[in-house]
C-alpha cells in the first residue's frame, strides 16, 4: 500500500461517510465502545474512527425537555422476571451522536497503529536510546504537521485555552484530538510546548524546569477556569514513547480513564518534576520501560539486536 505521509490532500467540505468505501476493520474496543474502520475516500486510504460519547449530567437534569434524553425515549422490553426488566432504549439521535475522527489520507504507521496486535514491553537503557529508538525514531516517526499548524496560528485557532508565546516556557493548551470538547466527563485538553527541539521526556534536563513548571502552574489555573476541573482532580502526564515526537503534555479528568494512562505509557508531570530535581539529568542516565506493538518498527529494531 502507499504511504501518504507527503500527500496533503484534505476531504472536501461536503464529505460525509458515504464517500468512504469500507475495507477492513482494524479493531473494536467493546469496554470504551470504539471501532477503527480502514476504507478508502477518493482512492487513498482513510481511517474512521466511532466512538460513543459519555452520558453527560445535563442529559438527565437539564430543564429543556429537548435535552433531555428521559422525556425523549421509547422502550423495546428484552425480558422480565420478577423486580428485573431489561430493554433497549431509543433516543432522540440528537441525544445519541457518535464522535467520528476521521484520518485522511491515512499512512502504514497510522494503520499499524489501531491495527489489533500484540504488545510488548521494552527496557531502554541510555545507550539502546542512542543507538537503536533514536535512529529508528528519526526515520519513522509520525509526521508533526498538525503539531506546527497550531503553533503558528494556521489551524485550531479557536479552540486555544490559553497559550504562552515564549520561545523557551512557551506552550499552546487545546482540547486534543481524542475529545470532543463539551463533554465535562471525559475532558482532555493538551499543553504543546513552543520549543521544537525537545522530542520527549528523553530530552528533558535542568534547564527545561522552568518550562514544565510554567506548563503546570498555568494549565491547571487554566483548566479550572474554563471547565471548572480543581487541580487535584486533573492527571497530567507524558506518554513514552509518545506517536509524535515534539514534547506535549497531556490533561485529563481524573475520573476519565482515557486511552494511555497506564504506567506502561504514562510518565507523571509531577514526577518528572520531581525526578529532575533530584538528578537534573535523570532522564539520560534513566532505563525507561516501555510497550510497542507486534507491528512497530521499533519493535522489529530491539528484536534484531537481541538476535545479533
Ligand atoms: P502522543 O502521546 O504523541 O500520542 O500524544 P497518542 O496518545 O496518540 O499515542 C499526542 C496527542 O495529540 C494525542 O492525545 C492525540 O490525540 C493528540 N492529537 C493528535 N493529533 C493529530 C491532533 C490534532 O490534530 N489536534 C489536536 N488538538 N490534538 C491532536
Not at 422490553?77 to 439521535?93: G, L, P
Not at 470538547?181 to 521526556?201: F, L, P
Request: charge should be negative; include cysteine; charged fraction near 30%.
Amino acid at each position: 500500500m502507499v504511504d501518504n505521509e507527503d500527500k496533503r490532500t484534505q476531504l472536501p467540505q461536503s464529505f460525509s461517510l458515504d464517500d468512504f468505501v469500507y475495507e477492513r476493520l482494524l479493531s473494536n474496543n467493546a469496554n470504551r465502545k470504539v471501532i477503527f474502520v480502514l476504507g478508502r475516500c477518493f482512492n487513498l486510504p482513510a481511517i474512521v474512527i466511532l466512538e460513543k460519547i459519555a452520558f453527560t449530567e445535563e442529559q438527565f437534569s437539564g430543564t429543556d425537555d429537548k435535552s433531555t434524553i428521559l422525556k425523549n425515549s421509547s422502550l423495546e422490553k428484552i425480558m422480565e422476571n420478577d423486580i428485573y426488566q431489561n430493554n433497549f432504549c431509543r433516543v432522540d439521535s440528537d441525544l445519541n451522536k457518535l464522535k467520528a475522527t476521521i484520518i485522511y489520507p491515512a499512512t502504514e504507521k497510522h494503520i499499524s497503529k489501531y491495527t489489533e496486535q500484540k504488545i510488548y514491553v521494552l527496557k531502554e537503557t541510555p545507550e539502546l536510546y542512542k543507538s537503536v529508538t533514536l535512529p529508528c525514531l528519526e526515520k519513522e516517526q509520525f509526521n508533526c504537521d498538525w503539531v506546527y499548524n497550531i503553533l503558528e496560528h494556521r489551524q485550531e485557532v479557536d479552540r486555544i485555552v490559553i497559550e504562552d508565546l515564549s520561545p523557551d516556557v512557551g506552550f499552546m493548551l487545546l482540547p486534543d484530538l481524542k475529545w470532543d470538547g463539551v463533554t465535562d466527563e471525559t475532558m482532555y485538553v493538551t499543553a504543546i510546548i513552543m520549543n521544537r527541539s525537545i522530542k520527549s521526556i528523553r530530552d528533558l534536563r535542568e534547564s527545561h524546569l522552568p518550562l514544565l513548571e510554567n506548563i503546570k502552574s498555568k494549565c491547571l489555573a487554566a483548566i479550572k477556569d474554563k471547565y471548572g476541573v480543581n487541580s487535584n482532580e486533573v492527571r497530567a502526564y507524558f506518554h513514552y514513547q509518545p506517536s509524535y515526537y515534539h514534547l506535549h503534555v497531556h490533561f485529563n479528568y481524573l475520573k476519565y480513564d482515557a486511552p494511555g494512562i497506564f504506567c506502561d505509557k504514562a510518565h507523571l508531570l509531577d514526577t518528572v518534576i520531581d525526578n529532575i530535581k533530584m538528578v537534573p539529568n535523570y532522564y539520560e542516565k534513566a532505563t525507561l520501560s516501555f510497550t510497542v506493538r507486534e507491528n512497530d518498527k521499533l519493535y522489529d529494531a530491539y528484536k534484531s539486536i537481541a538476535e545479533e
